[in-house]
């Protein structure tokens, strides 16, 4: 049973940080590249950050670029994804969602939320002013 639970989220203050997990299982995720994306409230979701599976290439969106790091631990049955965020502002407030590429042994350069076929239930962060 493929399985991606994420975790970590909450309310913290603008400036502040918070570090994402998702904890992948049911499929050889360290074979898919792995992603988060967002969705804030009346808004659609939009992609936040990707990781390769294999090689370290990242890939982020521009509103978070040099504030997020996305990063991964390949385990034996499991992957676990982390989505650091630092200098936090109201505008990232929204459920995070971590997701798995749908094609295994592939990266692009750029990733649409069609490109991913397993998704997690979400976790809301809330950044207050």
């Known amino acids: 049973q493929v399985q991606l639970v994420e975790s970590g989220g909450g309310l913290v203050q603008a400036g502040g940080s918070l570090r994402l997990s998702c904890v992948a299982s049911g499929l050889t995720f360290s074979s898919y590249a792995m992603a988060w994306f967002r969705q804030a409230p009346g808004k659609e979701r939009e992609f936040v950050a990707a990781h390769s599976w294999t090689g370290g290439y990242t890939y982020y969106a521009e509103s978070v670029k040099g504030r997020f790091t996305i990063s991964r631990e390949n385990a034996r049955n499991t992957v676990t994804v982390y989505l650091q965020m630092n200098s936090l502002k109201p505008e990232d407030t929204a459920v995070y969602y971590c997701?798995?590429?749908?094609?295994?042994?592939?990266?692009?350069?750029?990733?649409?939320?069609?490109?991913?076929?397993?998704w997690g239930q979400g976790t809301q962060v809330t950044v207050a002013s």
């Open positions: 997701a798995a590429d749908s094609t295994p042994n592939r990266w692009r350069r750029t990733y649409a939320e069609a490109d991913f076929g397993s």
